[in-house]
Nanobody
Framework: QVQLVESAGGQVQVGGSLRLSCQAS????????MGWYRRAPGQQRESVAH???????DYADSVKGRFTISRDNAANTVYLQMDNLKSEDTGVYYC??????????WGEGTQVTVSS
């Protein structure tokens, strides 16, 4: 059994910042990829940022230069620092983890609301 515990999201104004975290625990001995997806209202879920255990990072074009992903491999924790938030960043953010065995795990999701 694997659990992903996400930090609370929140509501901020345009231009503000938020930091999300997600810790994987349970029967997960190593994680290959950790990151975040989001689902905006009326939209499909999309990848936001991911980072491999070797430090390879991928960002969605819409967040490049504004979001920063980092991870603590020893603690199986991934962070997402979101700066200069825009209204279109509003949505439910889901932690995503892929184990070395190729199994995907998902967090329950946390709401991020950016208001003008």
């Amino acid at each position: 059994q694997v659990q992903l515990v996400e930090s609370a999201g929140g509501q901020v104004q345009v231009g503000g910042s938020l930091r999300l975290s997600c810790q994987a625990s349970g029967s997960i001995y190593s994680t290959l990829i950790m990151g975040w997806y989001r689902r905006a209202p009326g939209q499909q879920r999309e990848s936001v940022a991911h980072m491999t255990s070797h430090g390879i990072i991928d960002y969605a074009d819409s967040v490049k230069g504004r979001f920063t992903i980092s991870r603590d491999n020893a603690a199986n924790t991934v962070y997402l620092q979101m700066d200069n938030l825009k209204s279109e960043d509003t949505g439910v953010y889901y932690c995503h983890v892929q184990s070395l065995q190729g199994t995907n795990y998902w967090g329950e999701g946390t709401q991020v609301t950016v208001s003008s």
